[in-house]
């Protein structure tokens, strides 16, 4: 019956089990098969453990084997592993004595680092977005009401003064530019109420080519399109996916300091869904720069606010869409998935034991 118990509790283990002797891997719950990238145990079990590190790990872990079968044990350490299809992972292994079929065997328990750090780091974002959330939201009213006497007293100033209107002018675009940053705080800490509508995909996109044309020309951009004509209208919120799409373009122009082309697609793949793309070519996006883009208040513009792609990136995902961003050295693609009902929902790729949070990552 205890026999039983055990053998139940490391089939079921959240952690990767292998039992060795002699370096000869004698069992493997399905946790360990799935790690190692096996299709089923039969094809791990009689395999050399060691024939699943990579070079140089070996001396490491031959060091520790020999403790273990010492009766020295340690704390879990770290090691490089292969997966069948040759794939390099880095993980922690941590090693007990024990008993299998009668004889003195090592249990080794196997976890992905590359997992646990890919939560951690998910949940930091989660994190550091609540705070900016919640700091944005008292930036933005402790801000706002000083800003609404200065702007006041300004206007009546400038009635004494009109020798010097530029001065004015100057003062006036600052002001309002301040508050479009504080519109945008106060979005990204309490958006507004979303009006979901059935919508024309093509005809949206036409309306925002249209409205930035004459800034792309005035830079020497040229705007393509590539649309779908048969692409079924959307439940959507009109405004908010144009401001979204506004985002993504400017940002394209910008890069472009030079000129160049702005290609965007649009693509039905599946009834439930479609596929936009905005790409450019400009210079395209660093790596270590394109990893922090996600991030709140990051930018790399003089005048930036760090927000338009976080408040982009949140709108989408409450149309149950996802953006994927892709950089090299001839231009940025931002890719935009959005179901046709926005009841749909496409779930994020993120660690499997987390449930589905919904957080803006931009």
């Not at 996600?294 to 338009?308: A, H, I, Q, S």
């Amino acid at each position: 019956m205890q026999e039983e118990m055990y053998k139940n509790l490391v089939e079921h283990s959240p952690d990767a089990v292998i039992i060795i002797r002699s370096g000869i891997i004698l069992y493997i719950n399905d946790t360990g098969a799935e790690l190692l990238g096996a299709l089923s145990k039969s094809e791990l079990v009689g395999k050399d453990m060691f024939s699943m590190l990579c070079p140089g790990n070996c001396e490491s872990f031959q060091m520790h084997i020999t403790d273990l079968n010492n009766g020295i044990t340690k704390g879990f350490r770290t090691q490089k592993l292969t997966r069948m299809d040759g794939t390099v992972f880095e993980a922690e292994i941590k090693g007990i004595q024990t008993t299998f079929e009668q004889q003195p065997a090592l249990h080794l328990i196997v976890r992905d680092i590359e997992k646990r750090r890919k939560t951690e780091k998910f949940l930091l974002q989660s994190e550091k977005l609540l705070v900016a959330g919640q700091l944005a939201a008292g930036i933005a009213h402790e801000v706002r009401n000083p800003l609404t006497a200065i702007k006041g007293f300004l206007q009546l100033a400038e009635e004494n003064f009109k020798e010097n209107p530029t001065y004015f002018e100057i003062i006036f675009s600052e002001i309002n530019r301040i508050e479009a940053i504080l519109s945008e705080l106060l979005t990204l800490a309490k958006p507004k109420d979303m009006e979901f509508k059935k919508n024309n995909i093509n005809q949206l996109l036409d309306e925002v080519v249209t409205l930035l044309d004459t800034e792309a020309v005035m830079n020497k951009v040229e705007i393509k399109t590539l649309l779908h004509s048969d692409a079924p209208s959307i439940l959507c919120d009109q405004n908010q996916l144009k401001q979204v799409f506004i985002n993504f373009i400017k940002n394209s122009i910008e890069a472009m300091p030079n000129g160049g082309t702005v290609s965007i697609e649009l693509k039905q793949e599946h009834p439930d869904f479609i596929h936009l793309s905005f790409k450019d070519t400009g210079c395209g996006i660093p790596e270590p720069i394109l990893k922090r883009i996600e991030e709140p208040f990051f930018t790399t513009k003089e005048k930036g606010t760090g927000l338009g792609l976080m408040i982009s990136k949140k709108i989408i995902e409450n149309h149950h869409g996802q953006i994927h961003y892709q950089s090299s050295g001839q231009g940025t693609t931002v890719e935009v998935k959005l179901p046709v009902n926005h009841l749909t929902v496409i779930h994020p790729k993120q660690p499997d034991f987390l449930p589905q949070y919904k957080f803006a990552l931009h």
